[in-house]
């Protein structure tokens, strides 16, 4: 049986639940983004068409665009609206998988039997419209990349149903940059070879693909091929991500305790942006020599900058350790969590700042955590068996 995989976006989500909030901002050009020194979030069609793209220096979009308003982005907002929708579409679709904050797929495989599956999901996408008021473009077809890339293509020409004997017919003229693992450098790479649409893409030998790329390349040409099997995951929401440190003696060392904590909050954060997550809410614990225990938390700006995390963390510490006893262990927790499609928070962060996170989490993830760190916390060691996942059943 062939798969029917949905794939739905909602179209420049914070622009959208903004104007859903002031309907002023209809229709102008609008920028969701950081101060002068930060970087755009999201922008409206009539940012775009001035050139206007998300993560561009916010400088360089005025520029571009200087009658456009600039907004500072309510992410509060916008996860409430994300949740809303989310449960909207549990309550109907058979699996869902949330992709980020304002993208989904649903696999509703075998529906075409009862109902007709373009038909269920254009009720369903009316449905959501109607009760959040927010736009939305969808794609159905028989993978996650086909829908994905269909989803694209939809919001010039509408939503769109791509059946399994039109899919080769509906990528091979589309450029490779429509392909979702096309960056910048694979696209000067394979153009440089002549290699500019994805039917030529896909009668490249897959060897020599891969030779060129990496392992990747395998998995880009059964993608170019419309072949692609990866599942719909299910989707769980995560609660809060944190970890704790029991100490092999008790202490009192306050410049060790700092370490510590700050080290637990480089791996934490790693994780976060990794994970494309960001955290509303940040939890200190420790636990005296006598095995009393202590808490205390704060509320932050939606954020996975290990700057800001950081900064919070040992304001709670300072406030939390008043009794100058031995401590035995000491605790960090993440929660509020909301999905993201940012690696870090694009409302706080400058132009400097994203381009050093994305540089050390790309040490990071390709030689290790401990490739890259900061001194003060370099020698924590991360105690794995404490580490604390939680998730709902």
Known sequence: MERSIVHMDM???????????NKALIGIPLIIGGGERG????????????????????HMAMKLCPQAKIMKGDME????LSHDITEIIQGKAPVVEKASIDEFYLD???????????????????????????????????NKTVSKIGTGEGKQKQNLEIPPHLVRSFLNPLSIQKMP??????F???????????????????????????????????????????????????????TEHTFSQDTIDIPKLNRVILGMVEKL??????????????????????????????????????????????????????????LRLIGVRFSGLVRGT????????????????????????RYGFDAVMRCAGASFKPNTKNEILKRKP
């Open 39 to 58: 970087v755009v979030a999201s922008c409206s069609y009539e940012a775009r068409r001035f050139g206007v793209r998300s993560a561009m220096p916010i």
């Open 108 to 142: 509703i495989t075998g529906m075409d039997k009862f109902y007709g599956s373009y038909k269920w999901t254009n009720e369903l996408a009316q449905t959501i419209i109607s009760e959040t008021g927010l736009p939305l473009t969808f794609a159905l077809s028989i």
């Open 188 to 242: 000067q790479l394979l153009s440089r070879i002549g290699i500019r649409t994805i039917g030529t893409l896909s009668e490249m030998p897959q060897q020599v693909l891969q030779e060129m790329i990496g392992k990747n390349g395998s998995e880009l040409w059964k993608k170019a091929n419309g072949i692609d099997n990866n599942p719909v995951e299910p989707y769980t929401e995560r609660k809060s991500i944190s």
């Open 181 to 186: 693992m096309v960056g910048e450098k694979t």
């Open 11 to 21: 179209n420049t989500f914070f622009v959208s639940c903004e104007r859903l909030n």
């Open 269 to 326: 954060a790693f994780q976060l942006r990794s994970e494309e997550w960001l955290t509303s809410t940040v939890t200190v614990k420790i636990r005296y020599a006598n095995f009393d225990t202590e808490t205390k938390q704060s509320k932050v700006q939606y954020t996975s900058a290990d700057h800001i995390l950081t900064k919070t963390v040992q304001e709670l510490f300072d406030k939390l350790y008043q009794r100058r006893m031995r």
């Open 77 to 80: 907002l916008y996860s409430k």
């Open 342 to 365: 940012y690696q870090i928070d694009l409302f706080q962060d400058t132009e400097e700042m994203l381009s050093l996170y994305q540089a050390m989490d790309k040490m990071k993830t």
